[in-house]
């Protein structure tokens, strides 16, 4: 599929006529880094289903104030962002368990998952990542697994690029040390 | 594909090959899903909007009908410009208006009010004579007329 700019699809969406095309669009260039990108936070596939409409929906409520300030993909990025820290603090709120155990329920659910084809070492290195705070375990997934520059991560959660870079190594540190445990 | 700042400090195995999927179609079908779901949001946002509208039809008769109803107060009950001039003065007095005004204005008032009380005894004075002109002419006899009343 041909690529639309940022600019094309904003004009096109400030257009009644042409909205919902270019909201099309819009879904069908980023639905799948930002279900990635989610679903490596949440696990789950039915739970990332409904993030990821979630920040559709977001995004075509908010698009006619999108500045152009910064690329769509970040935009979007963040709201996905916001959106999977919200779902998992809601989760453990739902539930009334401290994170550690809510961590444990989604290890838990991963070996047992339809939707999961990893092999042991993955399945260790998923558990691995649930022992690291949910923001660590963003900067690991978007560094390591989605290969964002730092300072395009830097613009996504609000950091500075040196304490990204410092969470990274100190991700990749306990996650070694999670591995080589086992 | 190199990465920059790649950790080579992970053990053997370790991948970034993705060990998630995603059921059959489910990408084909997510735009329509979401389209549908935003129609559908959109839909209950103009039923809400629609149910205080409801009784609009209502209110925008009511709303005419009294509309109309003080138009033509206004425009059949138009008050009389002619006031009668001791309403005028006491109303002056009563108001206190008497103490804004100055003395020239008092002056030019009462030339005006007496130059229209003459008129208006002038006039008067004027039928009374045409009527008395004509019964003379005609040799009416008046209390002829009073008797007739």
Known sequence: ?182 | MKHDDTPDNLPDGVNRENPFRVPDGYFDRFPNKIAERIAEENQSKVIRFAVLLKPAPLLAIAATLITIAVVSYKIFNKPTDAFDQDEISTYVYQEGIIDELSDEEILDYSDYAAADSTFKKSTSDSITNTIQNYLVDEDVDINDIINEM
């Open chain 1, 1 to 182: 599929m041909e690529e639309i700019s940022d600019r094309e699809i904003v004009d096109r969406f400030a257009n009644a006529t042409t909205r919902n095309d270019a909201f099309n669009v819009l879904v069908l260039q980023y639905q799948k880094r930002l279900y990635w990108h989610i679903r490596k936070m949440v696990l789950d596939h039915d739970d990332s289903d409904d993030v990821l409409q979630n920040v559709f929906i977001k995004a075509f409520n908010a698009l006619h104030n999108f500045r152009e300030d910064s690329k769509i993909f970040t935009w979007l990025y963040k709201i996905a962002t916001n959106e999977c820290i919200t779902f998992l603090n809601n989760k453990k709120k739902r539930f009334f368990v401290p994170m550690v155990d809510v961590e444990y329920q989604l290890s838990q659910n991963l070996e047992t998952d339809a939707y999961f084809n990893g092999d042991r070492i993955q399945m260790k290195l998923q558990q691995a990542l649930l022992t690291l705070p949910d923001k660590q375990r963003l900067v690991f997934n978007m560094k390591y697994f989605d290969d964002l520059k730092y300072e395009e991560i830097s613009e996504i959660l609000g950091t500075s690029v040196g304490a990204l870079k410092a969470s990274y190594h100190h991700a990749v540190k306990k996650i070694e040390d999670f591995i080589k445990q086992i």
